[in-house]
């Protein structure tokens, strides 16, 4: 007999003994019931024109539906108890789509196709073209002090997002979809590292292939721990004042947005009311953040020098609007620090009354 039929191999412990506690119940009163038909009998067998059936098919009206209310309830019970169960990554990652939309689907995979052209364009013509050579690998764990590796951060973060909102808006559930963008954000990084492990000036630089990943895979944990919901991830730009490099393979090439590291700032968001204890919480404005930055400046004069801020900031989740095009509006937007009152708080101390980048 297939016990798992009847969900004895299944669920949590609690949920199993409670089944098995049904199921002996009814098993008892069956008994019982067979011992009261079985004496019955046998004060009956002395009628010799009677032949009696065996206990177990004599059982009472009242104890046979007895019976069968408690195997019904154990049953039931076993099954409210599976559709209320989370379902598993496994199943989640396996089981067909409720609602896949193709055309939409289609439409994705016609955007990502003529995204990754023209990056590769673009980037094949502007970085490694003139420069390539065998694959190889190379860190660098002293360029812009590191504030790269928090671009790359930001950039994997960013594009897994955008991967898996896609994804959503094609009909997968937010699980599926999630881990699906955090797939695309993984590829696309990887391809630009190994772009860059073909290129003699660079190389493949697995540090910064961490830092891919780790922001790839920071909107899955989100998704997974409810306390990240609380961190929010941005960053504010304006054109740095550096000159362009004089000398090199890029001499007299102006900076661009991705490189341009002087005039990015980044910032970790903190929804304060969430963190604070229930007096304060409900007093503080739900839309205010608390925000930590870091930039650099003077990278042309020698190995650049870390800023580090603090700042107000705002959750834009919080603005009105209810659709889905304002609350995917909103959510993008979040992705980006806007001017607010803030201090630097190193190397020296400067109080702004509005501060974005630079």
């Given at each position: 007999m297939d016990y798992s039929s009847l969900g004895l191999l299944r669920?949590?412990?609690?949920?199993?003994?409670?089944?098995?506690?049904?199921?002996?119940?009814?098993?008892l009163i069956l008994s019982v019931s067979s011992s009261q038909s079985d004496a019955q009998a046998r004060e009956a067998s002395s009628s010799p024109n009677c032949h009696p059936l065996p206990g177990i098919f004599r059982q009472?009206?009242?104890?046979?539906?007895?019976?069968?209310?408690?195997?019904?309830?154990?049953?039931?019970?076993?099954?409210?108890?599976d559709s209320l169960r989370p379902v598993s990554f496994a199943q989640s990652i396996t089981e067909k789509p409720q609602d896949l939309k193709y055309g939409r689907l289609a439409i994705l995979g016609g955007g990502l196709l003529t995204v990754g052209v023209i990056h590769q364009l673009y980037v094949q013509n502007a970085w490694w073209?003139?420069?390539?050579?065998?694959?190889?690998?190379?860190?660098?764990?002293?360029?812009?002090?590191?504030?790269?590796?928090?671009?790359?951060?930001y950039a994997g973060m960013l594009t897994s997002y955008l991967g898996g909102k896609a994804m959503?808006?094609?009909?997968?559930?937010?699980?599926?979809?999630?881990?699906?963008?955090?797939?695309?954000?993984?590829?696309?990084?990887?391809y630009v590292e190994i772009q860059d492990g073909f290129s003699t000036l660079w190389g493949f630089d697995r540090v910064d292939f961490a830092a891919d990943v780790a922001g790839a895979t920071f909107p899955v944990?989100?998704?997974?721990?409810?306390?990240?919901?609380?961190?929010?991830?941005?960053?504010?730009?304006?054109?740095?004042?550096?000159?362009?490099p004089r000398s090199g393979p890029f001499q007299n090439q102006k900076r661009l947005v991705v490189d341009d590291y002087e005039g990015q700032r980044f910032w970790l968001s903190f929804k304060v009311g969430n963190l604070l204890p229930s007096p304060l919480s409900s007093v503080w404005p739900d839309f205010l953040e608390i925000a930590l930055g870091l930039g650099v400046r003077n990278l042309q004069s020698g190995e650049g020098e870390l800023e580090w801020y603090l700042a107000?900031?705002?959750?834009?989740?919080?603005?009105?609007?209810?659709s889905g095009f304002l609350k995917a509006l909103k959510e993008g937007l979040n992705f980006i620090h806007l001017p607010s009152p803030a201090i630097r708080i190193s190397p020296s101390v400067i109080l702004y009354g509005l501060y974005f980048s630079l």
């Amino acid at each position: 007999m297939d016990y798992s039929s009847l969900g004895l191999l299944r669920g949590t412990g609690g949920e199993r003994l409670k089944f098995s506690l049904r199921l002996i119940f009814g098993i008892l009163i069956l008994s019982v019931s067979s011992s009261q038909s079985d004496a019955q009998a046998r004060e009956a067998s002395s009628s010799p024109n009677c032949h009696p059936l065996p206990g177990i098919f004599r059982q009472s009206p009242l104890t046979s539906t007895r019976l069968q209310s408690e195997i019904r309830l154990a049953l039931q019970s076993q099954r409210e108890s599976d559709s209320l169960r989370p379902v598993s990554f496994a199943q989640s990652i396996t089981e067909k789509p409720q609602d896949l939309k193709y055309g939409r689907l289609a439409i994705l995979g016609g955007g990502l196709l003529t995204v990754g052209v023209i990056h590769q364009l673009y980037v094949q013509n502007a970085w490694w073209k003139d420069y390539r050579g065998p694959f190889h690998f190379r860190e660098d764990l002293h360029y812009a002090r590191n504030v790269d590796k928090v671009g790359h951060f930001y950039a994997g973060m960013l594009t897994s997002y955008l991967g898996g909102k896609a994804m959503e808006w094609s009909g997968f559930r937010e699980e599926k979809a999630v881990w699906y963008g955090a797939g695309l954000g993984t590829v696309f990084e990887l391809y630009v590292e190994i772009q860059d492990g073909f290129s003699t000036l660079w190389g493949f630089d697995r540090v910064d292939f961490a830092a891919d990943v780790a922001g790839a895979t920071f909107p899955v944990a989100k998704h997974y721990i409810p306390f990240l919901k609380n961190v929010d991830m941005k960053v504010s730009y304006l054109p740095s004042s550096a000159e362009p490099p004089r000398s090199g393979p890029f001499q007299n090439q102006k900076r661009l947005v991705v490189d341009d590291y002087e005039g990015q700032r980044f910032w970790l968001s903190f929804k304060v009311g969430n963190l604070l204890p229930s007096p304060l919480s409900s007093v503080w404005p739900d839309f205010l953040e608390i925000a930590l930055g870091l930039g650099v400046r003077n990278l042309q004069s020698g190995e650049g020098e870390l800023e580090w801020y603090l700042a107000l900031d705002y959750d834009l989740t919080r603005l009105p609007g209810d659709s889905g095009f304002l609350k995917a509006l909103k959510e993008g937007l979040n992705f980006i620090h806007l001017p607010s009152p803030a201090i630097r708080i190193s190397p020296s101390v400067i109080l702004y009354g509005l501060y974005f980048s630079l």
